[in-house]
């Protein structure tokens, strides 16, 4: 069986601070893929990064940074200095090989305040 | 190229209606995924299909639910006798093969309201 914990369900930060919002997945199958979502306000969910298993380079881009650390089972997201616009629930998930349904976490609502 | 669209965005059902909710993949996507995400939880898988195949149910309830993607037309969704309990947003994607390495193209949402 496969999880995904968010450990934070709510973070609020002042706008320009860096925020880390955790990641950690379960997970028997040696092949599988991480992913992190976006779903604004507005409700729909924006794809933010896909990471297979096999590849723990963490990766940027712009103000948003991903550390995959197979050794911890974690997938972690900082956004740096963050801005009211990033105020947003965060979702995590994992789908595997056989399968592509996607398994969630319960999301980071993250409140940017200016 | 549009993207996957559903339909209604919102729909008001009193208890014991039926809910039908629509999803129309990506142009040459013929894989659909249905997921629920009850109020102030994350998403739940509830089925994946191809056309006129259902591929993996194991996500739906037992009694009152069903899908269906036909060979011609859109995905639906269907909740029969309505409860306060199937209140929730209903989110299709879209995905044009079976690899899992393919990105999962998601549609607005459908927000159902049972009264």
């Known amino acids: 069986a496969q999880k995904v914990t968010q450990a934070q369900t709510e973070i609020s930060v002042v706008e320009k601070e860096d925020v880390t919002l955790d990641c950690v997945y379960e997970t028997r199958d040696t092949t599988y893929y991480l992913f992190w979502y976006k779903q604004p306000p507005s409700g729909e969910l924006v794809f933010l990064i896909r990471?297979?298993?096999?590849?723990?380079q963490n990766e940027i881009s712009g103000r948003y940074s991903w550390n995959f650390q197979k050794s911890t089972s974690s997938f972690n997201f900082t956004i740096t200095a963050s801005q009211v616009v990033d105020s947003a629930v965060y979702f995590c998930a994992l789908t595997r090989m056989a399968g592509n349904m996607l398994t969630f976490g319960g999301g980071t609502r993250l409140m940017v305040k200016p | 190229n549009a993207g996957v669209m559903q339909n209604p965005r919102h729909l008001v059902r009193r208890r014991g209606q039926e809910a039908r909710l629509r999803c129309s993949p990506m142009k040459g996507h013929s894989h659909v995924y249905w997921y629920r995400q009850l109020p102030e939880e994350g998403l739940k898988f509830m089925v994946y299909l191809q056309k006129e195949n259902i591929i993996d149910e194991s996500g739906m309830p037992k009694e009152r639910f069903s899908a269906e993607f036909p060979k011609e037309g859109p995905s639906i969704l269907r909740i029969q006798q309505v409860v306060r309990g199937d209140s929730a947003a209903y989110f299709c994607?879209?995905?044009?093969?079976?690899?899992?390495?393919?990105?999962?193209?998601f549609g607005p949402g459908t927000r159902l309201t049972v009264l």
């Open positions: 990471r297979n298993s096999f590849d723990e």
């Open positions: 994607a879209s995905s044009p093969l079976w690899d899992p390495n393919n990105e999962q193209f």
